[in-house]
């Protein structure tokens, strides 16, 4: 069974920075793309950034600058450096991958539990 487990959130001050990690494990064969969501309280889940398994990046507008998505593909983990946070950027944030993965290798959309990022003086 595949889990994805993340880290790193914590409370920040306005324009400090954290970086959140997610750890994929299990019988993993191969991960396609990974990305980085969040969700605020009384808002929908969004995008902030994705990463490709040949390392192509693409970030939402909110986060372009300050945030920096990147793959360690031999640990399976996917990464997100946040700089110059915002009160607006506290959120849940999630980490997503699709990975082929079990005895039958099948292509499955897996998420992290949720890390609580927190910006505030």
């Known amino acids: 069974q595949v889990q994805l487990v993340e880290s790193g959130g914590g409370l920040v001050q306005p324009g400090g920075s954290l970086r959140l990690s997610c750890a994929a494990s299990?019988?993993?064969?191969?991960?396609?793309?990974m990305a980085w969501y969040r969700q605020a309280p009384g808002k929908q889940r969004e995008l902030v950034a994705a990463i490709t398994s040949s390392g192509s990046v693409n970030y939402s507008d909110f986060v372009k600058g300050r945030f920096t998505v990147s793959r360690d593909d031999a640990k399976n983990t996917v990464y997100l450096q946040m700089n110059s946070l915002k009160p607006e950027d506290t959120a849940v944030y999630y980490c997503?991958?699709?990975?082929?993965?079990?005895?039958?290798?099948?292509?499955?959309?897996?998420w992290g539990q949720g890390a609580q990022v927190t910006v505030s003086s």
């Open positions: 299990g019988i993993i064969y191969s991960i396609y793309a």
């Open positions: 997503f991958a699709e990975i082929v993965a079990g005895r039958r290798a099948d292509l499955i959309d897996y």
